[in-house]
Each structure stands twice: as structure tokens, then as C-alpha cells.
């Protein structure tokens, strides 16, 4: 015989009824529903939140090596010592793109600081953003130059979000958003009409 629609059963176990609960003693789940006799679980919106212990000081609280946070504004430094420059036989300037020819640093989008770990033999120049007191005076000592890049890294200007209106001292006497003070909108005309 053909399969036809009607013929089409799901498969067995795969559809189970919800247990009615609280519909008599004869199921085993009537009167307290399985829920026992009083108690937290016994009310309705039952249950504690994640991490809670009874009214004891959690876990997460009771422990102190987790402090403070994380700064995604952290300035990403290609730090490289005087040693690691010293084994770079290298022609001419050091700058940040020859250190990455070489595969000394990540990438050029990073700013490069020079830090005084090891010691120099011979002299050389180096480009670099930041350079340590102490790498400074061994580059000099050695009788090598040295040159103090700008930066124009995404992070110089990366800050973490403020208010929308930065408050001075005038703007803290005018009591500006708070009450009985001008409103942010105001204020903010007020300082666009000063500076034309």
C-alpha cells in the first residue's frame, strides 16, 4: 500500500504529555504538587540566583585576588630591549618597520619603546616612539644616535567614554543637571554662542 499522510506517526517516546500536577492524590502529584510541605521551594518564584549560598558570603565575594578591571584603552607597547637590537645586524637607521621586517614586533600600527635590557656593542641608530632614561644613556654611551618618533598609533587618541558634557568650574557653580540649575542642552548652547 502507498504511505500516505495520515500514515505519519511520530516516533514513539517522542511526544510526552506534561504532568498535571496538583489534580488529586491518586496521580502522586496532588495536594503539594511535588513540591513538599512549606519551605522556599514550596512558593511560587521559588529558587536562588547564580552563585547564591544560603546567605553566606559567596565565593566570588570571599575571595580577594579579583580586583579591579581590565583597561581596553591600554596602550598595545612593541616593547624591545638593547640586547635583541644588538644582535640585529642591520645597515643604517632602526626604525619601526625594519623591526618588523625582522619579525621583531607585531606590526607597524604599534608604537615601538626601547627599554635598557642588555648591553650594547656597538653604535647604532634607532627610531623608536618611547625610549627608557636608561636605554637613552647606553645608546649615547655607545656612541649611537637616537630619534623620538611621533605617534600616530589608534591609541593616543583612544579614551575611555565620558559625560556628554564636560563640566568645569562654571559650569559646577551653574549647577548645570541638577535641580533648579540649567539643563545640559541649554548649557551646551550657551558655550556654542560664547565661542562664535
Known amino acids: 500500500m502507498p504511505l500516505t499522510l495520515e500514515d505519519l506517526r511520530p516516533n514513539p517516546g517522542a511526544k510526552q504529555e506534561k504532568t498535571r500536577v496538583g489534580r488529586g492524590h491518586g496521580s ?4 503539594t504538587a511535588g513540591r513538599g510541605t512549606k519551605g522556599q521551594g514550596a512558593r511560587s518564584h521559588s529558587g536562588v540566583g ?12 570571599r575571595l580577594p585576588y ?14 624591545v630591549n638593547l640586547s635583541r637590537l644588538n644582535e640585529l645586524e642591520i645597515d643604517g637607521p632602526i626604525t619601526p618597520e625594519t623591526l618588523f621586517e625582522r619579525g621583531v614586533t607585531r606590526g607597524i ?21 618611547a625610549f627608557s632614561a636608561a636605554a637613552k644613556e647606553q645608546i649615547e654611551a655607545a656612541g649611537g644616535t637616537l630619534q623620538t618618533l611621533e605617534r600616530t598609533d589608534q591609541w593616543l587618541t583612544a579614551r575611555p ?11 559646577k557653580q551653574a549647577r548645570v ?16 554662542a560664547q565661542g562664535a
Open 28 to 31: 502522586g502529584k496532588g495536594k
Open 177 to 192: 543637571g541638577k535641580v533648579g540649575g540649567v539643563s545640559r542642552k541649554e548649557a551646551l548652547a550657551s558655550r556654542g
Open 50 to 61: 547564580r552563585g547564591f549560598e544560603g546567605g553566606q558570603l559567596p565565593i566570588h565575594q
Open 109 to 129: 600600527e604599534f608604537p615601538v619603546k626601547i627599554l635598557a635590557n642588555g648591553e650594547l656593542s656597538r653604535p647604532i641608530e634607532v627610531h623608536a616612539h
Open 66 to 79: 579579583k580586583r579591579g578591571f581590565t583597561n581596553i584603552h591600554k596602550t598595545q607597547w612593541e616593547v
Open 161 to 171: 567614554r565620558s559625560r556628554r558634557l564636560p563640566l568645569d568650574r562654571e559650569m
